[in-house]
């Protein structure tokens, strides 16, 4: 009982030591704080070799006969004592001396560090048994630890293994990932580049068909363009061959002017024969000069339309004809004539008396020029009579027209000379038709007409009819020229002034501009213009003794066909036209010519003209029309010329001579004088006379 007592004891000491109070855990090998205390190197005190050689040399005798062992532990223990021997033997090196050096010492006091603890727990050496059991317990642990060991290493080779094993498979895993990663990368590669190529097929589709669209579309522009460019060409034949039929048309209808102006001219009003009383050519002689008016409108009208169509040329081949019966039919009244001339030679002593009766019986009819229509006296202030000077004036003027008709007498009576009387035609051609074709179309064409009169009066050769015309052909071509040149400008302010107002400004500039580099065109034609209208004198002819009523209405500016005055209408056009000529001379100078030298007919005749019609009695219709046509030309220029003195000759028409012309007009003639009237107080108003309509502006003359 003692035997099992000691143990009991011996548990209890072991319970109460230091190391039985330890704690062990059955699942050690699941628990990595274990593994790695197992794995830290072990440290024995250094008196545990004195203990293993006291409990072995105890322990051998009475193990072998008492312990019945099994082969495999007496195996494992024999196994096991080498172990612990070589543990003593270390102890009992480490129990020996310390070195000098210094790790020596350092493990020395590691080695007294565990003495000391180890003397602590156990304060006093154990008896025998109690040091076999505890070796037994430390032989039980080593085992332990031992297996432990192995088993960590086992298990570490087997993580070991399961790292290797998981990272080949993590490795190809890895490698699958990337053999998957880059499949899926070349399969979106693939997909991409079959996107692209798709998408570049189609761009090419798309391009292709844009390509065909595009070139359809080329096709049909081109084929556009072409119709275009066709039509262009077609437009511009047909607009090339509108303008040569235009052309044509418009030579044809210069042709027909010159035709109708040189049939105008076989009418000669004054016509005489040696044979023949006078015949009254009058009538002929104004119908061909409406035809030629009519003619010369068309040809204006069609300028500044562009070119003459179909209609205008057979209107104008109509004038033609018309003026070629009328021709016709003067030469057959001619003809009449002479046949009547026989029958009346026997009764000319008695004609010649009826002749006289019938001048006695209208003198008797005709009131006394001082006297007023209605019986109305005049008016004390005014004169009937022109000033003498004035007269002096106007007789100078036809004395040097008449001297001029007596120089070129050679030419004018050359019936005979076949010569002569083609010079004198084609001299009349040039002088007379370039002045029929003076228009409002472009300022280069007035410049040209001019220069083409201004060569002929000049001596220098020009073309008239295709032919080759100057003045120097024949020795009074001059005169002949200055005469013929001074009528037609007068002829046309009688008629196409009359009938387009604003045809005056390229006449009067021409005419003004040739009058001042050859004056005596200017004396001829103030000749003519006074012979046909003395109101532009002015003065007021006298029925003189022995005049016939014929003759006196042509003095006063009549034409007078078969005893039959015109209309009071047509004379006033007529007269109006000459005025508007004769005031729009007096103001205009050729802009291409000296400007240093003085107008030769300036807006100081203008101021002596409006003056003298002031001083004299207004004539009932005419005096209205004639003052409002002169001051609507006129007035603009002499407002700035005479400023506050035409003012106050504005003021005197409206508040004496106004009532004078207004006591003598009659109900029928009241159109001039209301025309006259608000003219005066529109410019009295505004104190402005306005320019007047038609007159030519500086950018006329770039055209």
């Known amino acids: 009982m003692q035997p099992r007592e000691l143990r009991w004891e011996t548990l209890a000491a072991l319970r109460t030591s230091s190391k039985g109070q330890l704690s062990y855990c059955r699942h050690w090998l699941q628990d990595e704080d274990i ?34 062992s099994t082969p495999k532990e007496s195996t494992l223990l024999t196994n096991r004592s080498s172990p612990l021997e070589k543990i003593a033997s270390a102890s009992r090196q480490g129990s020996s001396p310390p070195s000098s050096t210094e790790p020596s010492e350092a493990k020395g006091n590691e080695d007294l560090s565990l003495l000391e603890m180890d003397q602590e727990v156990i304060p006093a050496v154990l008896p025998s048994k109690v040091t076999e059991v505890e070796g037994c317990i430390w032989m039980y642990e080593e085992m332990h630890r031992l297996k432990g060991k192995e088993g960590l290493r086992q298990r570490q080779e087997q993580q070991e293994q399961m790292v290797r094993a998981v990272y080949d498979l993590a490795s190809e895993q890895l ?57 262009r060409q077609r437009q511009e034949e047909l607009e090339r061959l509108r303008k040569e039929e235009g052309q044509e048309r418009l030579r044809r209808l210069y042709s027909i002017q010159e035709e109708v102006l040189q049939l105008n001219q076989q009418i000669d009003p004054n016509y005489r024969h040696k044979d023949l009383p ?7 002689s104004n119908r061909g000069n409406q035809i030629c008016g009519l003619v010369s409108g068309l040809i204006r009208t069609t300028s500044e339309r562009g070119f003459p169509t179909q209609v205008d040329v057979a209107n104008t081949e109509r004038a033609l004809q018309e003026m070629r019966g009328l021709i016709s039919s003067m030469q057959q009244e001619i003809a009449a ?52 000077s004035t007269m002096q004036w106007y007789q100078q003027l036809q004395d ?236 603009n220029a002499l407002m700035k ?31 001039s004088l209301m025309r006259f009237k608000q003219f005066l107080e529109e410019c009295l108003q505004q104190k402005e006379i306005p320019l007047p309509k038609g007159a030519l502006q500086s950018s006329f003359w770039r055209s």
């Open 35 to 68: 593994l790695e205390g197992c794995m830290s190197p072990l440290v024995l005190s250094p008196y545990s070799g004195w203990v293993l050689d006291r409990v072995v040399g105890q322990s051998a005798p009475e193990t072998a006969p008492s312990r019945s």
């Open 175 to 231: 490698k699958r990932f990337d053999e998957l990663k880059e499949l899926k990368q070349h399969q979106e590669f693939q997909d991409l580049r079959e996107v692209m190529e798709k998408s570049s097929k189609e761009a090419q589709g798309q391009q292709e068909k844009l390509k065909e669209e595009h070139r359809h579309r080329a096709k049909i522009l081109n084929l556009k363009l072409r119709e275009a460019e066709q039509q």
């Open 400 to 635: 040097a027209a008449e001297q001029c008709v007596a120089s070129f007498s050679g030419i004018s009576n050359c019936k005979d000379n076949n010569e002569v009387k083609k010079i004198k035609a084609d001299l009349q051609k040039a002088a007379t038709i370039p002045v029929s074709q003076i228009s409002r179309i472009a300022g280069s064409q007035l410049r040209e007409i001019f220069d083409k009169i201004n060569n002929l009066l000049s001596g220098k050769s020009v073309q008239s009819g295709g032919r080759t015309v100057s003045v120097t052909q024949h020795p009074q071509g001059l005169d002949f020229v200055y005469y013929k040149l001074a009528e037609k400008f007068v002829n046309q302010g009688e008629e196409e002034v009359a009938s387009h107002r604003d045809a005056a400004f390229p006449i009067a500039v021409v005419a003004s501009g040739i009058w001042e580099i050859h004056p005596r065109v200017g004396d001829l034609f103030l000749a003519h213009l006074h012979k046909k209208c003395p109101y532009s004198v002015p003065f007021y002819p006298a029925l003189k003794e022995g005049t016939s009523m014929e003759e006196y209405q042509r003095m006063l500016g009549y034409q007078v066909k078969d005893s039959k005055m015109e209309e009071q209408d047509h004379f006033l056009k007529r007269m109006s036209g000459m005025i508007r000529l004769y005031a729009a001379i007096i103001q205009l100078r050729w802009p291409y010519g000296n400007k240093q030298g003085m107008h030769p007919h300036g807006l100081n005749y203008g101021w002596r003209w409006l003056a003298q019609m002031l001083n004299m009695e207004p004539l009932a219709d005419v005096t209205a029309t004639l003052l409002f046509d002169f001051l609507e030309v006129c007035g």
């Open 337 to 388: 004539a002479v046949e009547e001339k026989r029958r009346r030679d026997e009764e000319e002593e008695r004609q010649k008396q009826k002749e006289l009766l019938k001048k006695e019986q209208m003198k008797a009819q005709i009131p006394a020029p001082a006297q007023q229509p209605g019986g109305k006296q005049q008016k004390e202030g005014l004169q009937v009579k022109a000033e003498e």
């Open 278 to 284: 006078r015949i009254d050519l009058s009538a002929y």
């Open 641 to 671: 010329q005479y400023q506050v003195q035409f003012w106050k000759m504005m003021l005197l028409i409206r508040e004496d001579y106004f009532p004078r012309i207004e006591a003598i007009t009659s109900s029928g003639q009241m159109g």
